[in-house]
């Protein structure tokens, strides 16, 4: 696995390589202080538990209806 680099936002130098939530650095050749954050991924709502014998309704019904025949 390959851990991101971190660079400086100012200059571009490398400052660390690695895994982090929150990161303050500051830079040895600017002294730029960079404070990183990392990404969150998408809080996932856990839904409610929903009738799951409800299918009335159905998205992307089509208009069109088949010739009955006979
Ligand atoms: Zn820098």
């Known amino acids: 696995m390959t851990y ?3 660079r400086c936002g100012a200059c571009h130098r490398k400052l660390a390589e ?3 939530s929150y990161l303050a ?3 040895p ?3 730029v ?3 990183l954050k990392a990404v969150e991924p998408p809080t996932r709502t856990p839904r409610a ?5 409800d299918h ?3 998205p992307g019904h089509p ?8």
Do not use: L, M
Not at 49 to 53: M, Y
């Open 4 to 6: 991101p680099t971190i």
């Open 56 to 58: 009335d309704t159905e």
């Open 18 to 20: 690695g895994a982090y």
């Open 25 to 27: 650095i500051k830079c």
């Open 33 to 35: 202080i960079n404070q």
């Open 63 to 70: 208009s069109g209806q088949p010739p009955h025949r006979g």
């Open 49 to 53: 538990s929903t009738a799951s014998d």
């Open 29 to 31: 050749r600017c002294g």
